[in-house]
C-alpha cells in the first residue's frame, strides 16, 4: 500500500484546512486508515481514524468537535477536515494504513503503511 498526503500549509489560528491522503496498490489488505501528527520533539501521536467499509470514527480528545474524518472509496482518499485550527495543532501530519483492531487504533504499532507526511503551521 503507498500514500501521499497532502494539503498541509501556513494558516492562522482559527482557520480551516482541508488534508487528503491518497491511497494505491493493495488497499483492501489493510482495512483502517489514520491521521497521525508530530510535532518538533515530540512522539507521533494519534489524530483520528476511519475504517475504508465506513464507521465507527476515531478522534483524539484534542481533536474532537474540531476535525472530521471522511473517505472516498471510489478514490480510496481519506480526508482531514481540520477546523479551528489552533498554534498547538502544528505539526506534520501523516496518514497511515493498518489492520489495527479496535483497542489497537489509537498505537502508531499498529500501522504499517505511513505517508510522507504533510506540514501544517498555524500562526496565532
Known amino acids: 500500500v503507498q500514500l501521499q498526503a497532502s494539503g498541509g500549509g501556513l494558516v492562522q489560528a482559527g482557520a480551516s484546512l482541508r488534508l487528503s491522503c491518497v491511497a494505491s496498490g493493495r488497499t483492501a489488505s489493510r482495512r483502517t486508515i489514520a491521521w497521525f501528527r508530530q510535532a518538533p520533539g515530540k512522539e507521533r501521536v494519534f489524530v483520528a481514524a476511519?475504517?475504508?467499509?465506513?464507521?465507527?470514527?476515531y478522534y483524539s480528545d484534542s481533536v474532537k468537535g474540531r476535525f472530521t474524518i471522511s473517505r472516498d472509496n471510489a478514490e480510496n482518499t481519506v480526508f482531514l477536515q481540520m477546523n479551528s485550527l489552533k498554534p498547538e495543532d502544528t505539526a506534520v501530519y501523516y496518514c497511515?494504513?493498518?489492520?489495527?483492531?479496535?483497542?489497537?487504533?489509537?498505537?502508531?504499532?499498529?500501522?504499517?503503511?505511513w505517508g510522507q507526511g504533510t506540514q501544517v503551521t498555524v500562526s496565532s
Open positions: 497511515a494504513a493498518g489492520n489495527a483492531t479496535t483497542s489497537e487504533t489509537m498505537r502508531p504499532q499498529a500501522y504499517d503503511f
Open positions: 476511519v475504517r475504508w467499509s465506513g464507521g465507527p470514527y
